[in-house]
């Protein structure tokens, strides 16, 4: 028992310092415009990515197999 409060202590010990450098230097203040501005750039960047990564738009991709020729008459009709 001695020895795992032993080995306990001293990994506390060893463990303390960089805890405390840890809490010693504060995070910056920064303003609300700042915070706004990171978290509007952050989801930007998110969505921009997202969109280069899909791939281009298939005129009839939201027409199932069984009704394309219903689909190709619908989108016939409306380009004209």
Same mark, same amino acid.
């Given at each position: 028992?001695?020895?795992?409060?032993?080995?306990? @202590?001293? @990994?506390?010990?060893?463990?303390?310092?960089?805890?405390?450098?840890?809490? *010693?230097?504060? *995070?910056?203040?920064?303003?609300?415009?700042?915070?706004?501005?990171?978290?509007?750039?952050?989801?930007?960047?998110?969505?921009?990515? @997202? *969109?280069? *990564?899909?791939?281009?738009?298939?005129?009839?991709?939201?027409?199932?197999?069984?009704?394309?020729?219903?689909?190709?008459?619908?989108?016939?009709?409306?380009?004209?």
């Amino acid at each position: 028992m001695r020895v795992i409060i032993r080995m306990f @202590a001293v @990994a506390l010990l060893l463990y303390t310092p960089s805890v405390i450098a840890q809490v *010693a230097t504060p *995070a910056e203040a920064r303003t609300v415009s700042q915070v706004v501005d990171f978290w509007v750039t952050n989801i930007e960047r998110l969505i921009v990515s @997202a *969109a280069d *990564a899909m791939p281009e738009r298939n005129t009839r991709s939201h027409c199932p197999m069984v009704s394309l020729r219903v689909c190709e008459l619908l989108q016939s009709k409306s380009n004209t």
